[in-house]
């Protein structure tokens, strides 16, 4: 079989004449096929340059013909332009072409202006479709790496037809970014829409249905015991931060889904965005404390004997990435070998079976701040996929595919519940219905708790007050 293939620029003559020759070749020869493709005048010459170069030719002009080796593989055998197709022709065929030049510039001309109306009906038609834009930042990070095969699920994004992933990274390269697209594509998900790459703000945040935020400032070895570290760390943060408020208030859709999430200052970056982002609902930010809640359910299960899912409602209230507390006055375990068992939906209190207060107060607190660290030294990397995972926790709840009566903890304002202060993002244990949280009503707050929110808030407090200085010293030296 013998196939053709005619590349010219749609206000060609030579190429609307080596059309009606294939055409008619076409018609006489039953083994004979053609393949047409029509560039734009102002796109001919990069298309034409990146073909020859891609097979080795030599051309100049328009059209570009050469023959498939449909039979052998391999890449096909250059032609070249019109009269050498009208003399292959003769030669084999003993067809010509005897279409005249008043004919050649009309039918040049329907060329073009059915090229245009196609360009305009695919803009039209791409105008059309919405898609789910999700915009996830410092998307160079392993994290990212564990959330994007998991974002294209219906399961996080029930109702939703197509997702566009978009990949800001400030610090990386568009090469690296490049790479990561790639990689996302490869995945073939019926849900991908496309992936954008930004290493700027120029677009950042445009539409966004569900933005996640893994910036993380703290190097490697930091300890957060330098205050002088902290102070620049807290004047890169809000500078960040604000400008990411800003474009979230004015790019972002209304009713965007805002995540923080991370190792260092998150709630104090969720306060930022939200103080910045003054025309969107309070409630569409939040800061994730689910990778908390994991880690103390493993050191509940690791003193239990069970596995880590037979252990439920882990309470982290406070400053996420600070003075936090683990309160398991809700938590449950399931499959507990004890004096007392039942089948696999039973479950008893974690408090009654875990009578050492003491150790709950202390040594277990002190477990669970360190595990994440315990994890790092072993990986020599962050902890990525135990982040990803408390990330897809919440936007699962979030999204109406999780447990309606399923507590999860999160950053939030709290908006006078529990009589905790409002001024500063506190984690408190909430429920999920129909896309909105909720702070769980029926929890109680003693003393001790108590006087521990107060040290989070406090601390909170400074963290913001460091952040409102830094922003007036570079604004002063901005002045002078």
């Known amino acids: 079989m013998a196939k053709f293939v005619l590349a010219g620029k749609t206000d060609c003559p030579y190429y609307a004449k080596a059309e009606l020759l294939a055409d008619t070749l076409q018609r006489c020869l039953p083994d004979f096929r053609t393949h047409k493709i ?3 005048p ?10 020859c170069q891609k097979n080795g030719w030599k051309h ?10 449909v039979d052998q593989g391999g890449k096909g055998m250059f032609l070249g332009g019109f009269s050498d197709f009208l003399e292959h022709c003769q030669d084999y065929y003993n067809i010509t072409s005897d279409m005249s030049t008043e004919m050649m510039l009309k039918v040049a001309e329907e060329n073009l202006s059915a090229k245009m109306s196609l360009i ?22 392993p994290t990212c790496l564990f959330l994007i095969p998991n974002l294209l699920s219906a399961e996080v994004f029930p109702n939703v037809s197509m997702i566009s992933i978009h990949l800001l990274d400030l610090e990386g390269t568009k090469e690296d970014l490049q790479g990561l697209k790639m990689e996302t594509e490869d995945l073939a998900a019926p849900l991908l829409y496309q992936v954008t790459i930004h290493t700027d703000l120029e677009l950042a945040f445009q539409e966004a249905d569900v933005i996640v935020l893994l910036d993380d400032q703290w190097s490697d070895d930091s300890d957060g015991e330098n205050e002088e570290e902290k102070k620049n760390m807290i004047k890169s943060i809000t500078e960040c931060y604000k400008e990411y408020g800003r474009l979230i208030n004015e790019r ?21 965005l939200l103080e910045n982002a003054s025309s ?6 939040v800061a994730a404390a689910t990778q908390l809640e994991n880690e103390a359910r493993v050191v509940i299960a690791k003193k239990l004997n069970v596995t880590t899912s037979d252990v439920t409602d882990v309470i982290v209230w406070g400053n996420i990435s600070g003075s936090f507390f683990i309160d398991l006055q809700r938590a449950k375990v399931y499959n507990y070998d004890g004096a007392i068992k039942g089948p696999a939906f039973f479950s008893q209190p974690v408090q009654q079976i875990i009578y050492d207060r003491k150790w709950l107060e202390t040594e277990f607190q002190d477990l669970v701040r360190y595990q994440r660290a315990a994890v790092t030294s072993k990986t020599c990397r962050t902890a990525a996929m135990s982040a990803a995972n408390g990330i897809l926790t919440v936007l699962k709840a979030w999204s109406g595919t999780g447990r309606t009566d399923q507590v999860l903890s999160v950053g939030v304002i709290c908006l006078g519940k529990y009589d905790l ?7 408190v244990p909430v429920t999920f219905t129909a896309g909105k949280w909720s702070v769980v009503p029926e929890v109680n707050i003693e003393d001790k708790l108590r006087d521990k929110l107060r040290l989070s808030a406090t601390e909170l407090r400074q963290e913001k007050e460091l952040a409102t200085e830094s922003v007036t010293s570079g604004e002063d030296a901005t002045t002078h």
Do not use: H, Y
């Open 421 to 427: 202060p409002e001024d500063v993002i506190l984690s």
């Open 252 to 272: 972002a859709k209304k009713v965007v889904k805002v995540m923080v999430s991370g190792d260092s200052f998150v709630n104090l970056k969720c306060s930022l």
């Open 42 to 51: 102002d796109e001919w010459k990069e298309w034409l340059e990146s073909t």
């Open 120 to 141: 305009v009906d695919e803009q039209q038609r791409l105008s059309l479709i919405q898609p789910f834009r999700v915009w996830i930042t410092s998307a160079l990070s």
């Open 60 to 69: 100049v002009q328009s059209p570009l013909i050469w023959r498939e080796l």
């Open 280 to 285: 969107i609902n309070c409630c569409c930010f």
């Open 38 to 40: 029509a560039i734009l």
